[in-house]
């Protein structure tokens, strides 16, 4: 495996970094339960992330993108409601699942602690389908510091269109071969390789529940397969024993229930 000439790693945001299906299932679960109602909420929240994906990949190949991913999601939500005789569910309610929800997703815990040592090495941008307010909020709610965020809603172009990964890598000031694109789906890294990006797999064998991931297994041209965050930053040679402070990373961490405190100050229960 050669990163040498890598500069910037591009993360795929939404299953790759953060756990979409248990906030998905978690909120329906929970709005179900007001109304006494009991459903595949698992399954509802696999099919709200399929047709919401299939609502935004390819976006703005013929025609300039009429919407966002956090409209896909009320705009799927809405359909699947009516399919499941969920009416009883308010617009109120709804919001709370395709906004509130998401706009609080946990990352998955490998994650956190490696993304600053990482960043000691490489640029690491979100390079995302996601909206710029669902990076932002969940960014703000998990204590991530991106370098920077790279939402197809400011391309026009969405992934997996070529376009998408040639602007990402422009907007970073590098050639596509200086990119490294890190995400849990061949659909996206086989897409970014044609683009002339490196590619690393990180297999999420729980990103879609118990119905397991569509693609579990990585195509072998990837040039890194691992099974986790740690194992990827020992793949690009990155030391997790230790971490020199990014530039302009500030001192802060995060403390019990998702408050900000500097390293030091006392957190008020």
Sequence with gaps: MEFGD???????????ILDWHTGFTTALTETGKRYRVDKNWGGIANELRRRSLQ???????????????????????????????????????????????????????????????????????????????????????????????????????????????ASAARYLQLEPEQCCMVACHNFDLDAAKAAGFKTAFVRRPDEWGEQGPPDPEPNPQHDAIVD????????????????????????????????VREQGANVNP
């Excluded at 890598?6 to 939404?14: H, N, S, Y």
């Excluded at 995302?128 to 991530?144: C, E, H, K, M």
């Excluded at 990827?232 to 302009?248: E, I, M, R, S």
Aim: a negative charge; one cysteine or more.
């Design 55 to 165: 609502k935004m990949l390819n976006l703005g190949e013929h025609a300039p993108p009429q919407y966002n991913f956090d409209d896909a999601h009320r705009m799927v939500l809405d359909e699947l409601c009516a399919e499941n005789d969920l009416a009883c569910i308010t617009d109120s309610e709804r919001r709370s699942i395709w906004w509130d929800a998401v706009h609080s997703l946990a990352t998955w815990p490998d994650f956190p602690a490696v993304l600053p040592k990482l960043r000691d090495r490489f640029i690491c941008a979100s390079f995302t389908i996601l909206s710029f307010r669902i990076v932002i909020d969940t960014a703000r709610a998990n204590g991530l510091s991106w370098d920077a965020v790279i939402s197809c809603e400011a391309i026009g172009k969405y992934k997996v269109l070529p376009e998408a990964y």
């Design 6 to 16: 890598v500069k910037a790693l591009a993360f795929d945001t939404g299953g790759t």
């Design 228 to 259: 986790n965050f740690p194992g990827l930053a020992q793949a690009l040679g990155v030391d997790l024993a230790t971490h020199q402070p990014a530039a302009g990373e500030d001192d802060r961490v995060v403390a019990p229930h998702g408050r």
